[in-house]
């Protein structure tokens, strides 16, 4: 599912709250349209105590994108909004400001300990959307690695792979968790990251560890074919555990590391 289709879910989620807070969507569209449209009336509103108020003035904040230099201040403070709806509107007004919502950074790391996860994923998808500047927000991502909803781990992973080699030192340490759950999410992240994870794979799965190795091994297969020649390279080079760990891993990849393999074979003739 992409990065769209999951911020759609959000979005719909927090229309059927609206409602249930507001009542009839023609009660919602009057609202808006009594509701000011000028900067400094709805920095004030999106401090109010009243719900649907707070909510749509982070909406309408979001329309104006960095006309601004307090918006995106102002959004990342209404994060700590008692209002669980208001938190979740205003996490999704800073994702569709993208990259330009990289100061609210570590407003939303905090929100990933949000109680609700709906809160939660929605501040790993706002993360996303803000490209290369999420790397601040890496150890708080890397402590959602265990997080209950699988909704949150996928938004989490989502994160963590984008950010490549930013995240790759902070994945393979959760490699070592004694956490099952961590580990797994650890893999799936530095998988889908692709090549850049292979070498720092490849030494965890030379230790031949339980646990971290097996994970690693996960990962590489994940990978595919950018992970086949240093993997033969240990089936042929490696001790007895790591060789067996590589081919393993090989048989993993199944068809997909044929190619690879005809290659190096042909290389070492």
Request: hydrophobic share 45%; proline share 7%.
């Amino acid at each position: 599912m992409s990065p769209q289709s999951i911020l759609r879910r959000v979005r719909v989620g927090a229309a059927m709250l609206m409602l249930l807070a507001v009542g009839s969507p023609c009660g919602v569209w009057a609202e808006e349209a009594s509701q000011p449209n000028d900067v400094p009336s709805l920095l004030k509103d999106l401090g109010s105590s009243d719900s649907s108020i707070a909510s749509q003035a982070a909406k309408r904040l979001s329309l104006k994108g960095t006309d601004s230099k307090h918006v995106i201040s102002a959004l990342a403070e209404a994060i700590k909004h008692p209002n669980e709806l208001v938190r979740l509107t205003v996490i999704e007004a800073l994702s569709e400001l993208g990259p330009d919502a990289g100061p609210a950074v570590p407003a939303l790391s905090d929100a990933l300990q949000d109680k609700d996860p709906m809160i939660r994923e929605a501040a790993a998808l706002a993360l996303f959307s803000t490209g290369a500047q999420a790397r601040k927000a890496v150890p708080a991502l890397i402590g959602r690695l265990d997080d209950p909803s699988k909704r949150v781990r996928d938004g989490v992973v989502l994160v963590l792979a984008n950010l490549g080699k930013d995240a790759v030192g902070g994945l393979i340490k959760a490699l070592d968790s004694s956490d099952v759950l961590v580990r797994a999410t650890a893999a799936q992240a530095l998988g889908r990251m692709g090549a850049v994870a292979v070498p720092d794979l490849i030494t965890v799965l030379k230790r031949a560890e339980p646990g971290s190795s097996e994970a690693a091994s996960i990962a590489l297969i994940y990978v595919g074919p950018p992970a086949v020649p240093p993997l033969i390279d240990l089936v042929t080079a490696g001790n007895a555990k790591a060789a067996k760990l590589a081919g393993d891993t090989l048989e993993g990849i199944g068809a997909a590391a044929v190619p690879g393999l005809v290659r190096e074979l042909k290389k070492r003739r």
